[in-house]
């Protein structure tokens, strides 16, 4: 098995520490950052790389602006597709995935922008071409969120889904409850412990849940939503007294993403929600997630789990990979 | 797709009437039960066959004494086995199940015993084939246990499987707990309301649950193990007092399943177990079930669900099928 590496952040690295950790068979052709990469058309000696994998340019296979045209005929079986995320454009990602794809390579990604803008685009590019999409690390990471909808309930309408799929809300959540400190201290204290980004609008404000709620949707019931077609609340209106007066009752408050049919017409909902221990995502605690699928025939599935460091999040894409290996997913 | 059936009671009704329901594309060529069967190579008309399920023998093309040597050489891509199970000897399925694969058919069953007794060895010879055998229903019917272990746990090594896995079991603990009754007044309950069966042996000896957690380890660990690996405790020495003094603590007793390794060895052990409400399994309740997976480099995942009436089953032999035909699982 022939791969080839795009983007080389904590997951990219994490992923190329797995592949020698688990003696996974097979060959690393290339690996490019932004501004250069390593190649060697006989496979990187993945140990070397390893050593100075904070110090890449430092590998003597380093070329400064070596990119993704250079190397894209390159004949390889999988591109595993990591750079920094565009929720607007997709870019520069979408087009690697075309491109590769297009050439009949199977791609795995991390990447939430190209998958939000045009999954079945690509889906379809991917079938036409007798090859693989593999998206499971952009909805939850280690959870099987895609597998769990696709292949755990395959057979079976998916009628609705609910997913608490946003680690940091869940812990400044779960921190306002039991310090009784308000919104803007948790949030300032998820921060320093690097829990929460300097910039938490994506997570705090609910369109990270949204994003995961949406590429869902499309991937498993084979919509074309967008994030326009979301109805998005974060957690940032919620006080200490709701969370208090939630627990009086036996319940949590959760900020739920939730697909259903109105009218005819799907929809998706994020919202700060209060559930109460009859709720399937009830003990999604801390850094976990939890998904909910309502079938037709297979009754409830939920699924919780997947930790989320960068190391479970490489341990998704090999996932996939090993999935596509054996079966197509 | 041709589809064969063999054994047609609740669940081999249950699986005509969903073919039906979700239009699947498909021909049933034959349907034999213990006493004889209909056949038509071109395919039965299900409509009819689901006006008569109950007075099967009355349908035109019943030949009374019919058996699967009589169609075995008819070409289908999947023969459904849902005959009664033996779990000291696995047959007759065991014989349908080798003779069919041997043909080059895909076969899907939800019957324990035979996959209790040789499931590698079935493995191997769909392998040898290059067909499928399809045993999701046998481990929780529609709980994706199976497809749980090996599709969202790909690419991670399964460290431990917990499960709770047996409704019977289940309900008769609650009642307990709830009506303050002690064992046998809750079985008896149970027997009347048909949750328990009249020789409730297997389910609250814990034997269901043990082979359960048996055929999941020998299909996801790839082990040999047999009902004599493992170390079974039901629930029947199970007290009222029991239940209560957990309750004090904030548990619950449940008939949990465990797989684990001890001094390198893979033990099964089935035994009633008082877990809090940080046990993932701890909000299985009723029908419900509930597989736990601890994993290497996915983190714990734990998928809770899958009703289990007749048509749930049912819907479990579908998703084998609907799996295999598009990845081979």
Redesign the interface.
């Known amino acids: 098995m022939n791969i080839g590496l795009i983007g080389y952040g904590g997951v990219g690295k994490a992923f190329i520490r ?1 592949l020698e950790e ?1 003696h996974i068979h097979c060959s690393i052709k290339y690996i490019l950052k932004s501004d250069g990469g390593v190649f060697n058309s006989k496979g990187l000696d993945i140990n070397d790389v390893i050593k100075i994998e904070d110090n890449i340019k430092e590998h003597e296979e380093w070329m400064e602006g070596r990119n993704f045209e250079n190397v894209i005929d390159e004949k390889i079986d999988f591109l595993v597709e990591l750079t920094p995320t565009n929720m607007k454009t997709g870019e520069p990602a979408l087009t690697y995935i075309k491109e590769a794809l297009n050439r009949g390579i199977n791609v795995v990604t991390g990447n939430k922008g190209p998958i939000l803008i045009n999954y079945l685009g690509l889906k379809e590019l991917a079938k036409k071409n007798n090859v693989s999409l593999g998206i499971g690390c952009t909805t939850g990471g ?3 969120s895609i ?2 909808g696709r ?6 309408r998916i009628e609705e889904i609910q997913g608490v799929l946003n680690g940091t809300t869940n812990y400044i959540l779960k921190e306002m409850g039991t310090k009784e400190i308000e919104y803007e201290e948790a949030l300032k204290n998820a921060q320093e412990l690097g829990i929460a980004e300097t910039n938490p609008k994506m997570d705090v404000e609910g369109f990270d849940t949204a994003i995961k709620m949406i590429i869902l949707t499309n991937a498993l019931l084979g919509k074309k939503l967008t994030l326009e077609d979301a109805e998005i609340e974060g957690i940032t209106k919620v006080t200490v007294k709701d969370i208090k007066e939630a627990e009086q009752e036996g319940k949590k408050i959760k900020l739920l993403g939730k697909v259903f049919t109105k009218k005819g017409n799907i929809k998706v909902k994020v919202t700060p929600v209060s559930i109460d ?1 009859e709720h ?1 995502l ?2 999604v605690e801390g850094k976990n997630k939890g998904i909910y699928y309502r ?1 037709d ?12 460091s960068t ?2 999040a ?3 894409i ?2 996939d ?3 596509i290996k ?4």
């Open positions: 797995l688990k280690a959870l099987p597998t769990g292949v755990d309930c395959a057979g079976a221990e399937p009830y003990f079938t025939t297979l009754g409830d599935i939920t699924i919780i789990g997947g930790a989320s190391r479970n490489a341990a998704a090999l996932r990979i090993e999935n054996i079966m197509r997913v």
